[in-house]
């Protein structure tokens, strides 16, 4: 089980936050790779999802349950591959900027990717990208800071590979979760303060 | 000049076109002989064909092999290559490619830090049916290459391909089973060194080379830079290049030579239909190598040369859906035919071939029917069982994982599948009966599978008395229609003669042109192939073409 937790901070009051994540169509093309979505019902979908595996693509097939829409503060969800062998689940946490937020855990993306660490990147993406709505890159500087914002966001992962190459593709996960978490993460506050704007 | 244009972007001695083995090793000859290079490459990463293979280069009576105490002897060598070559060879280029191969690797391996290693344990092709023929040694590798030593160059080079396992050396991949028993690997460790980019066969081997090259050397290289065109002189030599670079044309001046070393046409699909004669083609190499060769050389009047194709590397293998490599479908060579519980039948549902060696089942593939003017055999499709499925992956579908029914069609019952497919169903199970009588008693009477120990080697499960062979009788049953798919070795290529120059179809050396490895025609080699020729005569072709160029043979 690969374990990626990530957080970070904007002036946006979480109910703005919330408004946007809960509907998925908001934010559904800017997925990376995206190819097509189907919403069964509020807490179930289905995606196609192109992934860049260094010298090669190919499409992955996922579905995602929503198991907690505890709005404005917290979603959880359990994520299952179609076509991989891959299960999952993470949260989405959000709170006001008072419980004292963390700056984010910077890591510098992997230099070197292959195509199992793209793969595993994409799917990290996706699922983080999944609960926030995705948005375009954000400059890690542009991150509130602590004491500077009103909402802390977390992002918490949890990868589990299967099949017999299980092993392999665990010790694959673990050095790039986080940095594909750190690099969601902006992505979501520069969509949401893209839509909204900021007093910085 | 006959289109030099009037200023050169730079100047320079030796220019390789293509980044693979060739060009490369070309370059770094040229170097140390005092030369300046350039290496253009058309992709976005140097290693060409060479560095998306498995790393394995053939050299009969090798010094590594006689380090690890097998026997050998130029003789024998010369002797298993002669056999292979069936006639078809130009002896002047054999015998100069067997003279040069060892001093070439052993060149690079002294002077440009290549870790060599013989391959213990996989067998000549043809062993034990051809008396020169060996169990063991002749394939050279090369030992684990630490990516990070690459510098700037380690995003720009493959690190892995989906064609061989990430990280793993031979002998390992035979100590764990071999791919068939892909199931059972060391994945911890094969995630270490994928993780630490340690490299291995093809990925591996390429890394020692550009190291060697742009590292170490600092031989100037640039990669999505295509060469459009040869610049010649008044009398037809070749002074130089018009390159593409950042969308600019890019004049490179070479002094003292020029060499294609881009690969053949795979991804020309008309050009390797003409050439292979056959109604499709597909490729497994990444979308570069299409037909730049035989363009460039024909503008400048270079001599195309054949020998017969039955005997190349062409597959058949599937795209599974969806998948690409650098925006081309990917298509994977499909090895599983010669797995137990596996065979190949054509429309009839009559298996035509050992599947177990391609050697015998390309040629069978190509048969042609005089009578119905068809090629009977095409395209061949894969049947599998339960059995297969509950051991075996196909492609990268591991066992318990559901197959895309666009690409593997499943049935309860052999006759279910056959009508799925458009294959005749008694047809089918006749021969399912057949072989599976057979094969309870590890034994192929009509095609004597299992009976070469490189396809045991490769495909086999050594479970198995006969470790190719396993009947199909646990439904459900699957069927996978397959396509050609060639490995970038091709039949057609420019006439070169015994310098690696090019030669005019009026039969005099163009000045200035040299072609190696997959450019050139192979009739070096002639009809036979053999995994690790054609690494071997990229290497030793362009050892040959830089010392030459450089006034030094």
């Known amino acids: 089980m690969a374990v990626a937790e990530y957080s970070t901070s904007t002036k946006l009051p979480i109910e703005t936050i919330w408004n946007f994540v809960k509907e998925m169509d908001n934010w559904a093309d800017l997925v990376t790779g995206y190819q097509s979505h189907e919403k069964q019902s509020d807490e179930d979908s289905t995606w196609v999802l192109k992934g860049d595996l260094g010298p090669m693509s190919r499409m992955l097939k996922l579905q995602v349950h929503i198991t907690e829409w505890n709005g404005p503060t917290r979603v959880t969800f359990e994520l299952k591959g179609i076509n991989e062998l891959m299960d999952g689940h993470g949260t989405f946490e959000m709170s006001s900027y008072e419980e004292e937020s963390e700056p984010g855990v910077h890591v510098a993306p992997a230099e070197r990717k292959n195509f199992i660490l793209r793969l595993l990147e994409a799917i990290a993406r996706f699922f983080v990208r999944l609960l926030s709505g995705g948005a375009p890159e954000r400059a890690a500087s542009a991150d509130a800071g602590p004491g500077a914002g009103m909402a802390k966001l977390t992002f918490k992962l949890e990868l589990k590979p299967g099949g017999p190459m299980a092993p392999m593709i665990d010790s694959l996960i673990k050095p790039v979760i986080l940095p594909a978490a750190e690099q969601l993460a902006g992505n979501i506050m520069a969509r949401l303060e893209e839509l909204h704007g900021t007093e910085r | ?553």
């Open chain 2, 1 to 553: 000049m006959a289109n030099a244009p009037a200023r050169w972007d730079l100047d320079i001695d030796w220019v390789s076109i293509g980044s693979g083995l060739g060009g490369v090793c070309s370059a770094i000859v040229a170097h140390d002989l005092g030369a300046k290079c350039v290496i253009l490459d058309k992709s976005p990463r140097l290693g060409g064909l060479s560095g998306f293979g498995g790393g394995e280069v053939f050299v009969p009576n090798n010094y590594k092999m006689r380090e690890l105490g097998i026997e050998d002897s130029d003789e024998s060598g010369r002797e298993y290559l002669d056999f292979l070559s069936a006639g078809f060879r130009d002896q002047d280029l054999f015998d100069k490619l067997l003279a040069t191969c060892n001093e070439a690797i052993e060149y690079f391996g002294r002077e440009a830090g290549i870790e060599w290693i013989a391959i213990e344990g996989l067998p000549d092709y043809y062993h034990p049916k051809v008396k020169s023929a060996r169990a063991s040694g002749r394939y050279m590798t090369v030992d684990l290459f630490d990516g990070s030593t690459l510098g700037e160059w380690q995003g720009k080079t493959y690190a892995m391909t989906p064609h061989v396992p990430p990280g793993a050396l031979h002998k390992e991949m035979y100590a764990w089973g071999g791919l068939a028993k892909v199931t059972t690997w060391d994945y911890e460790l094969v995630g270490q060194r994928v993780a630490e980019d340690k490299r291995a066969m093809g990925p591996g081997l390429m890394a020692y080379f550009v190291k060697a090259a742009v590292v170490d050397r600092n031989i100037l290289a640039y990669v999505d830079t295509p060469v459009r065109e040869l610049i010649t002189d008044d009398g037809g030599a070749v002074i130089g290049v018009r390159a593409e670079k950042d969308g600019q044309d890019f004049f490179v001046k070479a002094d003292k030579g020029v060499v294609i070393a881009v690969g053949g046409y795979d991804h020309n699909r008309e050009m390797a239909c003409q050439y292979e004669s056959m109604p499709d083609w597909n490729s497994a190499a990444p979308p570069y190598f299409d037909g730049d060769n035989i363009v460039m050389g024909t503008e400048v009047g270079a001599a195309i040369a054949a020998v017969p194709p039955n005997n190349l590397a062409m597959f058949y293998g599937y795209n599974i859906p969806g998948e690409e490599t650098d925006g081309s479908p990917l298509y994977r060579a499909s090895w599983e035919c010669g797995v137990p519980h596996a065979i190949w039948v054509n429309k009839k549902g009559e298996r035509f071939c050992d599947e177990a060696s391609y050697k015998d089942y390309q040629p069978r593939l190509r048969q042609w029917d005089g009578q119905t003017q068809t090629m009977p055999n095409l395209p061949p499709t894969l049947i599998f069982d339960q059995n297969y499925r509950d051991r075996y992956p196909l492609g990268s579908f591991m066992p318990g994982q559901e197959i895309p029914e666009e690409l593997c069609v499943k049935a309860d019952s052999l006759r279910e599948l056959a009508e799925k497919l458009d294959i005749d169903p008694e047809g089918l199970e006749k021969s399912v009966k057949r072989f599976n009588e057979n094969a309870r008693k590890g034994e192929d009477p009509d095609f004597d599978r299992g009976s070469f120990s490189w396809s045991q080697r490769l495909v086999g499960d050594f479970d198995y008395p006969n470790p190719n062979l396993g009947p199909l009788d646990k439904a459900p049953y699957y069927g996978v229609k397959l396509v050609p798919v060639s490995v970038g070795i091709n039949s057609h290529g420019l006439k070169t003669d015994v310098h690696a120059h090019v030669v005019h179809v009026r039969g005099q050396a163009i000045s200035g042109l040299y072609a190696v490895g997959n450019s050139a025609a192979l009739r070096d080699l002639g009809a036979g192939y053999q995994s690790g020729t054609s690494n071997m005569r990229a290497i030793t072709w362009g050892y040959i073409a830089a010392r030459h160029a450089m006034g030094k043979d």
